[in-house]
């Protein structure tokens, strides 16, 4: 249950959760710390926080920077990840949109570049981006770190 990542994106207490929510301090402490939680509290958490309790009871997923499929992944490849995506959970599904997103703007500015030297040289920084991405994609099917299914893209070639 990611209760406390919940609690700390509003910026609230425990205290104030437990108030909302009309519980007790301890009870909020105890689902925090990983105890199961009854339906009824559920129920009050998810009101409090204007969300529903299947959001309430997702499990949170961190990437382990000491698991052996992390640390296996060559260092360009990790780099690479962080700095197209910045964050830890890597969509193919983004990758593919950035791509084609970058292919279609970048052979528009290319043509304007036919009344326009800053349109052609936007255009060439644009598809240039759009292949960049597309290696992205390829080393990301490659090493598997895509956290979305591969095969729900009908892109993939």
């Not at 919940?6 to 910026?11: P, W």
């Not at 360009?76 to 279609?104: D, I, S």
């Not at 920084?125 to 095969?151: C, E, H, M, N, V």
Request: proline fraction near 2%; charged fraction near 20%; charge should be neutral.
């Amino acid at each position: 249950m990611k209760l406390k990542q919940l609690r700390l994106s509003r910026h609230l207490s425990q205290e104030q959760l437990a108030q909302m929510a009309g519980l007790n301090v301890r009870t909020i402490q105890r689902i925090e710390s990983g105890q199961t939680a009854s339906l009824e509290s559920q129920k009050c958490l998810a009101a409090a926080l204007d969300i529903d309790i299947n959001t309430l009871n997702q499990e949170v997923v961190m990437l382990d920077k000491h698991s052996e499929a992390w640390t296996s992944l060559p260092l360009f490849v990790k780099l690479w990840f962080a700095v197209n995506f910045l964050n830890v959970r890597p969509l193919r599904r983004t990758a593919v949109r950035v791509e084609y997103t970058c292919h279609g703007f970048g052979f528009v500015f290319c043509a304007l570049g036919w009344f326009s030297e800053a349109a052609l040289a936007g255009g060439l920084i644009l598809l240039a981006s759009a292949y960049l991405y597309r290696l992205l994609t390829w080393q990301g099917d490659k090493y598997g770190i895509w956290f979305d299914d591969p095969g729900s893209d009908q892109s993939q070639t």
